[in-house]
């Protein structure tokens, strides 16, 4: 069955330094894969979307890579402040198009 | 632009009762979709929307559920009866449809139903 995986332990980091959060995915062959912030109490916000013929997307302090034959992305928060704490959702696109399925989150934590 | 509006925030109900959620989606926007929240199993898709047509309802979780859109600017899910298991984060969420198209979520409504 098609599974989007995100380590569910809360990730404890201290500031100013690199945020790595990991989305795998089994039976899925995805043709975009976006990453979301989810803040307590409200709805999820885009942060940033990589297509499946690129390996690599940046965005300010934030970095995706996206590897097909791992089933792997990773997403990085360089330089990380504790206005970075939040839950983090990779979530998946296939071809069929425009439905998004979403891994559980991780939580960042970053502490001062 | 006010962003994807829903209503209400917060519902209590009693088991048994029909409760009706409200989404307003983002002016220009042809995707809308409806999604549940809870701690065990994530944000799961319930229907999807394109053009006001239900494209698919394959995650709704059983006929107690349905989900209309009567007009570009207007959608709601309606779960009669309810039932305690119900109780989760009900997340209306709109794009401008089509491949590759990130999602604009509401704010949610937290349904409680006792």
């Known amino acids: 069955s098609q599974k989007i995986e995100q380590n569910s332990e809360a990730l404890n980091i201290q500031e100013g330094k690199t945020a790595t959060l990991t989305c795998n995915y089994t039976?899925?062959?995805?043709?975009?894969l976006q990453w979301y912030r989810q803040d307590p109490g409200r709805g999820p916000v885009f942060l940033l979307l990589i297509r499946e013929n690129e390996k690599e997307k940046r965005k300010e302090r934030l970095k995706v890579t996206f590897d097909t034959t791992l089933k792997q992305s990773l997403f990085h928060i360089t330089a990380s402040q504790p206005a970075d704490s939040a839950t983090y959702l990779c979530?998946?696109?296939?071809?069929?198009?425009?439905?998004?399925?979403f891994g559980g989150g991780t939580r960042l934590m970053v502490k001062p | 632009d006010a962003g994807v509006i829903q209503s209400p925030r917060h519902e209590v109900t009693e088991m048994g009762q029909e409760v009706t959620l409200r989404c307003k989606p983002i002016?220009?926007?042809?995707?809308l979709f409806w999604y549940r929240q809870t701690m065990m199993r994530g944000l799961e898709l319930l229907i999807y929307f394109n053009n006001n047509v239900p494209i698919d309802d394959s995650g709704m979780p059983e006929d107690r559920f349905s989900a209309k859109m009567p007009n570009a600017s207007f959608s709601t899910l309606k779960i009669q009866p309810s039932e305690p298991r119900d109780s989760a984060v009900y997340f209306c969420?709109?794009?401008?449809?089509?491949?590759?198209?990130?999602?604009?979520f509401g704010s949610g409504t937290q349904l409680s139903v006792l």
């Open positions: 039976n899925y062959s995805p043709a975009y």
């Open positions: 979530a998946l696109e296939a071809n069929a198009g425009n439905m998004l399925t």
């Open positions: 969420a709109s794009s401008l449809g089509g491949a590759g198209e990130k999602l604009f």
């Open positions: 002016s220009g926007h042809n995707s």
